[in-house]
């Protein structure tokens, strides 16, 4: 394993226990605010001190509680881009990028001057960093971070503090900087695009505990858990019980679905994409739900519509937690301005999350 | 017109020299004891920075002639410390001009630590990690970005150190005396002219004050404010 994390950390109010172990070039975490995906990064890097655990990066032991190991940030050799990139605002961006350096000599000058060039920061090289974009702003930031040569990078929400269309367009400019770095990438972050395009491997955090870990296509496909699902995005939620090795009950939509598959045993709820369902009109058809809509919401490239299911069992969640999403997509949706709301929608038998 | 210049010509300028090198000195002193008890307060846990700030504090808020007071008893040369330092170092503080300094230093150093600290408190702290994981040293990064950050803060501290240290007054009349030519600073000549009821000397002894004060003033807020780039107007 290049990076063997294995962290943990009690405050008052939260308690932080994870392991992150990963050869991948490219790593994700996913984790809403408070999970404790800022705290694992800090912890990584040094500048946050921890309980006991252990952290290693290509065979170095950078902490180790047993042994006593604990080296100072200044030594880890591990760079960290910080949520507001943390530029310093009294110097040039030069001398940001040289800061890492140490002693100031003509030839760090050239090789500051050279990172600046490959990130496309020529002639801004004496603006402070006040005087810069965002987008400026995280090249000089990345620049300085790579001057020196890290063995891992740690992204800290690194396109949080952008607006949406720098965001997208940095994301790619993220990738394409990164490209020549042989080291490991750690990147946090609470957005699924981000991560999804991104990441390699994914570790989901919820309230300092790792719920999900695994390659990123496979734990978008299978989040195996309610709260990791969520946080794929998945917006659509129902109690499920096993009713046959093949069919499953989705008790919060009065339906039950028959699968090709073999059914694993203790299933307690199922997720649905919003993106993922099937209009059908006409004759009901296997694994369809009626489509009852509540509410529209038209978006730029999308619509959401807003359903109700039919016979909501007696017992049922409250009639807003009930509400079941699907958004459509324009091509789809030209079809149904020809043909009319849908009377059904049907559920792929592939795109249903089984959920513990 | 003429009888101010022959005012000026007759005058004995020794309260300005003494009154500008203490205050000077003084201001030099605070300034880096100032930053460098700012620094270990801050790390302090809440308890312990409560202690030590008003510790740091109280001479600013007790009346200078009850810090005059203790410094009159530590540093008296029948006191222990006096004595020590008479003997070893051959150094005289009470009635002398190291008392001047000793005196003005301490009654404006809180000026300096309270400011500076107020400053550093308000740094992202981000900086000083980005700075660890960039290697750069605990001094460089505390020189070269928690110092210059904090820039606007601690120019302020200074100004308010400086003006305080030159025209101190109550701890210096205790420690120092007002010896003329030695320890009489512009404070003690001003009222001791207003005693003698010669208020044309004293009026343009409070002119010249006032000149100062604004000179200093305006040079440091010229000084610094060319390094604010970085300060944003609202």
């Known amino acids: 394993m290049r990076l063997n994390a294995d962290i943990r950390k009690k405050t008052a109010d939260f308690s ?16 809403e605010s408070g999970s404790g995906k800022s705290m694992t990064l800090r912890s990584i890097a040094g500048v946050e001190d921890i309980s006991s ?24 050799n591990v760079g960290y881009m910080f949520q507001n990139y943390a530029l310093f605002p009294t110097m040039s961006v030069l001398k ?36 810069l974009s965002g987008g400026q702003q995280q090249r000089a930031a990345l620049a300085r971070i790579m001057v020196t040569e890290p063995e891992l990078i740690l992204l800290d929400e690194p396109f949080s503090a952008l607006d949406a269309y720098l965001r997208d367009r940095m994301q790619l400019e993220m990738t394409e900087m990164l490209k020549d770095f042989p080291g490991q990438v750690l990147m946090v972050s609470h957005s699924r695009d981000e991560l999804y395009r991104f990441s390699e491997e994914l570790f989901v955090l919820q309230a300092g505990r790792v719920i999900r870990h ?9 989040p195996e858990s309610i709260e990791a699902a969520r946080l794929t995005g998945c917006k659509n939620f129902t109690r499920a019980e096993k009713t046959g090795d093949k069919t499953l009950r989705l008790s919060d939509w009065g339906l039950e679905v028959k699968m090709t598959k073999y059914i694993p045993d203790g299933i307690t709820h199922a997720g649905y994409r919003a993106h993922r369902f099937v209009p059908v009109w006409g004759e009901r058809q296997d694994n369809c739900i009626r489509f009852i809509p509540v509410r529209e919401d038209e978006l730029p490239f999308e ?54 | 017109m003429e009888s101010v210049t022959e005012l000026a010509k007759s005058l004995d300028w020794s309260p300005l020299w003494i009154s500008l090198k203490t205050g000077i000195v003084a201001t030099v002193i605070s300034f880096f004891l100032g930053l460098w008890a700012a620094r270990k307060v801050i790390k302090k846990d809440y308890r312990m920075k409560s202690v030590l700030d008003g510790i740091l504090t109280l001479p600013m808020v007790l009346p200078p002639t009850v810090a005059g ?32 300094i000793l005196a003005a230093t301490v009654i404006a150093f809180p000026l300096m630590y309270r400011n500076a600290r107020a400053a550093f408190e308000q740094i992202d702290a981000d900086l000083v990690f980005a700075g660890r994981t960039l290697g750069m040293s605990e001094t460089s990064i505390f020189w070269r970005v928690v110092v210059p950050t904090a820039g606007p803060g601690i120019a302020s501290g200074t100004i308010l150190t400086f003006a305080r240290a030159m025209g101190e007054y109550g701890a210096t009349s205790m420690l120092a005396g007002n010896i003329p030519g030695k320890t009489g600073t ?15 000397t004293a009026g343009f002894w409070v002119i010249v004050v006032m000149v100062i004060a604004f000179i200093a003033i305006f040079l440091i807020n010229l000084i610094t404010g060319k390094q604010m780039k970085n300060v944003r107007k609202w």
């Open chain 1, 303 to 356: 619509k959401n519509y807003y359903f109700r299911p039919e016979n909501i069992e007696s017992d049922s969640v409250h009639a807003d937690d009930s509400i079941i999403s699907w958004f459509v997509q324009n091509e789809e949706q030209k079809e149904i301005d020809k043909r009319g709301l849908p009377d059904w929608l049907r559920l792929n038998e592939e795109d249903i999350l089984l959920l513990k």
């Open chain 1, 53 to 76: 655990g252990r952290i290693e990066v290509n065979g170095r032991v950078l902490y180790d509680s047993q042994t006593k190991t604990n080296l100072k940030p200044q030594k880890r």
């Open chain 2, 186 to 200: 512009l404070s003690q000549r001003i009222a001791m002219v207003i005693q003698d009821g010669d208020y044309v």
């Open chain 1, 214 to 222: 695994g390659a990123t296509a496979d734990v978008f496909r299978d």
């Open chain 1, 16 to 31: 932080l226990d994870i392991e992150i172990a990963s050869d991948a070039d490219r790593i994700g975490i996913l984790g």
């Open chain 2, 69 to 100: 007071f203790f410094l009159l008893l530590i540093f008296s040369r029948r006191r222990p410390l006096g004595m020590f330092l008479d003997d070893t170092f051959n150094l005289q503080v009470v009635h002398t001009w190291l008392g001047c």
């Open chain 1, 96 to 131: 940001n990028v040289m800061a890492g350096l140490g002693k100031p000599t003509e030839e760090k000058r050239a090789k500051a001057m050279e990172m600046l060039k490959r990130f496309r920061m020529e002639g801004l090289e004496n603006r402070l960093p006040g005087e």
